[in-house]
């Protein structure tokens, strides 16, 4: 289940199906290298050392490069950050397959209110830079959220969410060229 994971976490940087060289070509990208270590210390929980050892390595990626992501979030496969720095996810949140986040995105929980609590997301969700989705929401699949967007009510599939206050704008295939190299099912 690991493997499959970063496989297809691989492939999203790099294009290609993992080996060992494409391992190390992929672990060139910030992203990939926090999102790698994420993973091993998710699914080896278990295991002491791999476990102590994976959070480590995400303390010292998260100083260097920005990112902070719990490793118990639930995030599916092919998650793919287009630049390192600030992003920052809340550990309930559930994000579904091949999404795409950029620089300076938060993703996280609203504290009081009838929307307390944290979003859902979908597949194919492209994050444009600076964008920010709190509450509890749910994100539907195929959906682009513009940079510098602020996203705090439910946003139906296949949309793109624009603006702040933000409006939603239907489109057929809104992540078309945005969202690339995926391994589908």
Partial sequence: MFSDYINHDCYRVIG???TLVNFFKAYRNQGFRYLFFMRLSH???KNLFI????RM???HYSYK???????????GKG?????FGTVVINENVTMGENCNVNHNVTIGRQNRGSKKGSPTIGNFVWFGTG?????KINIGDNVLIAPNSY???????????IGNPAKIIEKENPTEDYINQTLLK
């Fill in 16 to 18: 290609k199906k993992i």
């Fill in 43 to 45: 699914f080896y929980r």
């Fill in 51 to 54: 476990y102590t050892f994976s």
């Fill in 57 to 59: 390595m995400m303390r």
């Fill in 65 to 75: 490069f920005g990112f902070q992501i719990p490793s118990n979030t639930k995030i």
């Fill in 79 to 83: 998650l793919y950050f287009s630049h």
């Fill in 131 to 135: 964008c920010v989705v709190v509450g």
């Fill in 151 to 161: 996203v705090n009510f439910d946003v139906p599939s296949k949309t793109v969410v």
